[in-house]
Nanobody, 119 residues
Framework: QVQLVESGGGLVQPGGSLRLSCAAT????????MRWYRQAPGKERELVAS????????NYADSVKGRFTISRDNAENTVYLQMTRLNLEALAVYYC????????????WGQGTKVPVSS
């Protein structure tokens, strides 16, 4: 079955770091753009980072640029999000998505992992 499973979320202090992972089963992520989204309480889901099938480039939201790094290991069928210098704005549920070149297009979604930033 097609499935994306995020892991690595957990409580972290402001200024701390976490690495999230997203492991795929049932399909090959090498064929897909991979993206990370986050949804803060009471707010809309927003695109945080994206990486194309071959990993030749990356894109980030201005709010996380310079602090977050998206990467992929196609051989392991896994995508990562390294997060550093976390602030309270990072408090959210983080989701990965395998999709088309357009962010709003077709995609497979994971169930999400929480990043509760607290002092």
């Amino acid at each position: 079955q097609v499935q994306l499973v995020e892991s690595g979320g957990g409580l972290v202090q402001p200024g701390g770091s976490l690495r999230l992972s997203c492991a795929a089963t049932g399909f090959i992520i090498r064929l897909y753009y991979m993206r990370w989204y986050r949804q803060a309480p009471g707010k809309e889901r927003e695109l945080v980072a994206s990486i194309p099938p071959g990993g030749w480039t990356t894109n980030y939201a201005d709010s996380v640029k310079g602090r977050f790094t998206i990467s992929r290991d196609n051989a392991e069928n896994t995508v990562y999000l390294q997060m550093t210098r976390l602030n309270l704005e990072a408090l959210a549920v983080y989701y990965c998505k395998a999709g088309a070149p357009s962010p709003g297009g077709f995609g497979y979604w994971g169930q999400g992992t929480k990043v509760p930033v607290s002092s």
